[in-house]
């Protein structure tokens, strides 16, 4: 699967911005795409995510600001991200995963795709 995000830049605070996710290659078994994001000597941390059957999560800091939607016929993900504040300023990462089942016990796990990143950065 490979993944490739358009759309950072730098935006006021306050300001719109929409992130891109187009997906590729092997992706008939994604069962899910989303967005990570993050800041140095910090973990990566989940944003937003919706589901092959259109499930979404997003985390707290971002409810009522940012939606993320897709678009099935073109195997793409966005991210609109209103109200932007300094503290989103992060490298986004979009995410593709499949959940499967390995080996002779039926064990339950997860592959990840990641996009290469992109800089969204809020100014004040």
């Known amino acids: 699967v490979q993944l490739v995000e358009s759309g950072g830049g730098v935006v006021q605070a306050g300001g719109p911005l929409r992130l891109s996710c187009a997906a590729s290659?092997?992706?008939?078994?994604?069962?899910?795409m989303g967005w990570y994001r993050q800041v140095p000597e910090k973990e990566r941390e989940l944003v937003a995510s919706?589901?092959?059957?259109?499930?979404?999560n997003s985390a707290d800091f971002v409810k009522g600001r940012f939606t993320i939607s897709r678009d099935s016929a073109k195997n793409t993900v966005y991210l609109q991200m209103n109200n932007l504040k300094p503290e989103d300023t992060a490298v986004y990462y979009c995410?593709?995963?499949?959940?499967?089942?390995?080996?002779?016990?039926?064990?339950?796990?997860?592959?990840?795709?990641w996009g290469q990143g992109t800089l969204v950065t809020v100014s004040s």
């Open positions: 290659g092997s992706i008939s078994s994604i069962t899910g």
């Open positions: 995410n593709a995963y499949k959940v499967v089942v390995v080996g002779v016990g039926g064990e339950v796990t997860r592959l990840n795709y």
């Open positions: 919706i589901t092959s059957r259109g499930t979404k």
